[in-house]
């Protein structure tokens, strides 16, 4: 395990999972849009070349399958549901498992995931 922590997500907040930091952050692996940009407020997207995939158990062993099986490059938080995980290849290729912990889309925005990030 590289890391692990809990990230609480604002309007237009950028993600680095290997640092453990969100907000205006340098080699981001994921944000968190507003309605002011191109995607729905209920959706995350990887930051180019990171990759999604939804997962129904949060472990290294599952993000690494569903990665393999479908990757993309947006999750939407209201279909994967608070209490349940997605994963993240990140910008750096490590394997990210990331539980909804609160996902508010609207005003005022706010998402909070608690993570893992393991080596490939």
């Not at 993600?15 to 407020?41: N, R, W």
Request: aromatic fraction near 4%.
């Amino acid at each position: 395990m590289l890391r692990s922590g809990r990230l609480e997500l604002g309007p237009e907040d950028k993600v680095d999972f290997e640092t453990g930091t969100a907000g205006a952050v340098l080699g981001a692996d994921l944000y968190f849009p507003t309605e002011t940009t191109p995607l729905p407020a209920h959706l995350v997207a990887a930051a180019d070349p990171a990759v999604l995939a939804r997962s129904p158990h949060g472990g290294r062993v599952a993000c690494g399958r569903a990665l393999e099986a479908r990757a993309d490059r947006t999750a939407d938080l209201a279909a994967v549901g608070a209490g349940r995980s997605f994963c993240v290849t990140t910008t750096e290729g490590n394997v990210v498992s990331a539980t909804i912990v609160l996902c508010r889309p609207s005003a005022p925005q706010r998402l909070v995931l608690d993570f893992t990030t393991w080596r490939p």
